[in-house]
């Protein structure tokens, strides 16, 4: 469906772009066609030739995460600086990206059966006994979303630079994409068991179509970002709200304690105990990561109120000024990120890092896990609580220990603010020869049309399959989980930003934002719901 939409002729404006005539032959689909076969290659090499030697799926992820982001270095230095061979360079990378990315979750199919294979031979059964191939198709957790989610974005990005005056778009897209399976790389590929009841072959058609979908959200997503950027919308202006959506991510990160008053200036992380994957009610102090992210959000107030004094004066010194600030911030941002990685990974000694501020809340919570009634908890007394926990800590403490994967949404939200900032302060940078070497407003405009329908038409299959299947488990249709409304949401919006341009003709800037908004409730969709919100969906 999305190569049908896309081979549809798209309008052109009088810009740089015509020099190029639009290759619409097959051999236009060559990287499709190698980054597809070449993945089911590798899988028929892995399944009659391979084994524990053979390439894991993990390393197949790290490779497309490489690629996609050198292929976007790639697309991005013949912007600014052209060289020959740039363009065709990066659209190497990116077939390589796909390959490896699609190869990734092949082969996690192929690991998933094996582990399912030893199990059932551990128990006395035979091959024969074997389930049926869709009980251990990768989509199970959201680790395994994440990979079919930014290979829905690299293929859609493949089909879409065909065009060369649409290569462009894959040096935003392709970072997101990247910034996905770093996401998934801090999740961690632990296969875990589903209930009975989410044993059904509706599992990857829904899931399928909704990794798909958001892939697809993520394209047009970037398109609309690149169609304001021609449209001539100020980067100052771009800079104000991804300057924002940084703070906001900065606030809420740590449980609100970055910016609280009682903790100000402190960042903390879940602890783990022994080899358990699942984290503690129990948080350490990070040492200086916390201030770090202070330091950040000063000079991005900074460079907000720089550019709004731009926005109402058109003072360029203001602006100047503005990238200024905004550079100290992205540097303050990398700072935070590798002292929070290097932190996470060297930290051993973590009882010195506890606040024991939080041990009754820790207490409470322990209790809980046991199973002991509420009212019960209740009568305990403070002094009672802190005494548990106290003593819980001195005998376990020694088993304490940081991860990575303590909160993957936290690190994926700190690095996608660093990208903000990233490509605002990069776009602020001879913004005349970007907006000339873009593809007409016209263009874009277009192309955001056509990804918005797709991305529509996707998650309608995604509400309609996922109530199918709903009613095939539990025997209703609707449950008004709160994933199921934040894909309802997202829906919505996707028929939004449609019906106002069917109905009343809304194109340009007020599509953009349309299509801006979607994507978000498509990611809060994807994460905010998983980790923020209980309910059926919470496994993934």
Same mark, same amino acid.
């Given at each position: 469906?999305?190569?049908?939409?896309?081979?549809?002729?798209?309008?052109?404006?009088?810009?740089?772009?015509?020099?190029?005539?639009?290759?619409?032959? #097959?051999?236009?689909?060559?990287?499709?066609?190698?980054?597809?076969?070449?993945?089911?290659?590798?899988?028929?090499?892995?399944?009659? +030739?391979?084994?524990?030697?053979?390439?894991?799926?993990?390393?197949?992820?790290?490779?497309?995460?490489?690629?996609?982001?050198?292929?976007?270095?790639?697309?991005?230095?013949?912007?600014?600086?052209?060289?020959?061979?740039?363009?065709?360079?990066?659209?190497?990378?990116?077939?390589?990206?796909?390959?490896?990315?699609? $190869?990734?979750?092949?082969?996690?199919?192929?690991?998933?059966?094996?582990?399912?294979?030893?199990?059932?031979?551990?128990?006395?059964? =035979?091959?024969?006994?074997?389930?049926?191939?869709?009980?251990?198709?990768?989509?199970?957790?959201?680790?395994?979303?994440?990979?079919?989610?930014? +290979?829905?974005?690299?293929?859609?990005?493949?089909?879409?630079?065909?065009?060369?005056?649409?290569?462009?778009?894959?040096?935003?897209?392709?970072?997101?994409?990247?910034?996905?399976?770093?996401?998934?790389?801090?999740?961690?590929?632990?296969?875990?068991?589903?209930?009975?009841?989410?044993?059904?072959?509706?599992?990857?058609?829904?899931?399928?179509?909704?990794?798909? $979908?958001?892939?697809?959200?993520?394209?047009?997503?970037?398109?609309?970002?690149?169609?304001?950027?021609?449209?001539?919308?100020?980067?100052?202006? @771009?800079?104000?709200? =991804? $300057?924002?959506?940084?703070?906001?991510?900065?606030?809420?990160?740590?449980?609100?304690?970055?910016?609280?008053?009682? =903790?100000?200036? =402190?960042?903390?992380?879940?602890?783990?105990?022994?080899?358990?994957?699942?984290?503690?009610?129990?948080?350490?102090?990070?040492?200086?990561?916390?201030?770090?992210?202070?330091?950040?959000?000063?000079?991005?107030?900074?460079?907000?109120?720089?550019?709004?004094?731009?926005?109402?004066?058109?003072?360029?010194?203001?602006?100047?000024?503005?990238?200024?600030?905004?550079?100290?911030?992205?540097?303050?941002?990398?700072?935070?990120?590798?002292?929070?990685?290097?932190?996470?990974?060297?930290?051993?000694?973590?009882?010195?890092?506890?606040?024991?501020?939080?041990?009754?809340?820790?207490?409470?919570?322990?209790?809980?896990?046991?199973?002991?009634?509420?009212?019960?908890?209740?009568?305990?007394?403070?002094?009672?609580?802190?005494?548990?926990?106290?003593?819980?800590?001195?005998?376990?403490?020694?088993?304490?220990?940081?991860?990575?994967?303590?909160?993957?949404?936290?690190?994926?939200?700190?690095?996608?603010?660093?990208?903000?900032?990233?490509?605002?302060?990069?776009? $602020?940078?001879?913004?005349?020869?970007?907006?000339? @070497?873009?593809?007409?407003?016209?263009?874009?405009?277009?192309? @955001?049309?056509?990804?918005?329908?797709?991305?529509?038409?996707?998650?309608?299959?995604?509400?309609?399959?996922?109530?199918? #299947?709903?009613?095939?488990?539990?025997?209703?249709?609707?449950?008004?989980?709160?994933?199921?409304?934040?894909?309802?949401?997202? #829906?919505?919006?996707?028929?939004?930003?449609?019906?106002?341009?069917?109905?009343?003709? #809304?194109?340009?800037?007020?599509?953009?934002?349309?299509?801006?908004?979607?994507?978000?409730?498509?990611?809060?969709?994807?994460?905010?719901?998983?980790?923020?919100?209980?309910?059926?969906?919470?496994?993934?």
């Amino acid at each position: 469906m999305t190569e049908q939409v896309l081979k549809q002729p798209a309008m052109i404006g009088k810009t740089a772009e015509n020099a190029s005539p639009v290759n619409s032959t #097959w051999l236009s689909f060559t990287p499709f066609a190698l980054a597809i076969g070449g993945s089911l290659l590798l899988l028929f090499a892995r399944l009659n +030739f391979g084994g524990d030697q053979f390439i894991s799926d993990g390393a197949a992820m790290m490779l497309a995460l490489a690629c996609y982001l050198i292929a976007a270095v790639f697309y991005l230095t013949d912007l600014y600086a052209p060289f020959p061979f740039a363009k065709r360079l990066g659209m190497i990378t990116a077939t390589l990206g796909v390959f490896f990315n699609l $190869s990734s979750w092949l082969l996690r199919w192929v690991a998933a059966y094996d582990r399912e294979f030893s199990i059932f031979t551990s128990q006395g059964h =035979t091959a024969a006994d074997m389930p049926w191939v869709f009980r251990y198709v990768p989509f199970a957790n959201l680790y395994d979303l994440s990979l079919a989610f930014a +290979f829905g974005a690299g293929v859609t990005t493949l089909l879409v630079i065909r065009r060369p005056h649409f290569r462009i778009i894959a040096a935003l897209s392709l970072p997101l994409a990247a910034i996905v399976l770093t996401l998934a790389r801090f999740i961690g590929s632990e296969f875990i068991d589903l209930p009975p009841v989410l044993d059904s072959y509706w599992r990857p058609i829904h899931v399928g179509i909704a990794s798909m $979908s958001y892939g697809i959200a993520l394209v047009c997503f970037a398109v609309a970002v690149l169609y304001l950027l021609k449209d001539g919308l100020k980067v100052e202006k @771009m800079a104000i709200w =991804t $300057s924002l959506f940084a703070l906001a991510i900065f606030a809420t990160i740590s449980k609100f304690s970055v910016f609280s008053p009682r =903790t100000f200036g =402190t960042y903390t992380s879940s602890l783990f105990t022994g080899s358990s994957r699942m984290s503690l009610a129990l948080r350490a102090d990070i040492p200086y990561v916390g201030w770090l992210i202070v330091a950040a959000a000063v000079f991005l107030v900074a460079a907000i109120t720089a550019f709004i004094a731009y926005s109402s004066n058109g003072d360029e010194k203001s602006s100047r000024l503005g990238r200024l600030f905004l550079g100290i911030a992205l540097v303050f941002q990398v700072a935070g990120l590798g002292m929070l990685v290097y932190q996470l990974k060297t930290t051993t000694a973590v009882l010195p890092l506890i606040q024991k501020g939080q041990y009754e809340r820790f207490a409470t919570w322990m209790l809980q896990q046991q199973e002991v009634p509420q009212a019960q908890i209740n009568q305990i007394g403070q002094q009672q609580l802190f005494d548990i926990a106290n003593t819980w800590v001195t005998e376990n403490g020694t088993s304490l220990h940081l991860n990575l994967s303590a909160n993957p949404v936290e690190l994926a939200a700190l690095i996608t603010a660093f990208a903000g900032t990233f490509f605002v302060l990069l776009f $602020s940078f001879r913004t005349a020869r970007i907006r000339e @070497m873009l593809p007409a407003a016209e263009t874009l405009d277009s192309l @955001m049309y056509k990804l918005g329908g797709v991305a529509f038409a996707g998650l309608a299959l995604l509400l309609m399959t996922g109530a199918v #299947w709903a009613n095939e488990s539990w025997g209703r249709y609707w449950g008004w989980d709160s994933k199921e409304v934040g894909a309802l949401v997202a #829906w919505l919006t996707y028929a939004g930003f449609l019906h106002s341009r069917i109905a009343y003709g #809304w194109k340009g800037r007020r599509s953009a934002y349309f299509a801006l908004v979607a994507f978000l409730f498509v990611i809060f969709t994807y994460l905010g719901v998983s980790y923020l919100l209980p309910g059926l969906h919470s496994y993934a």
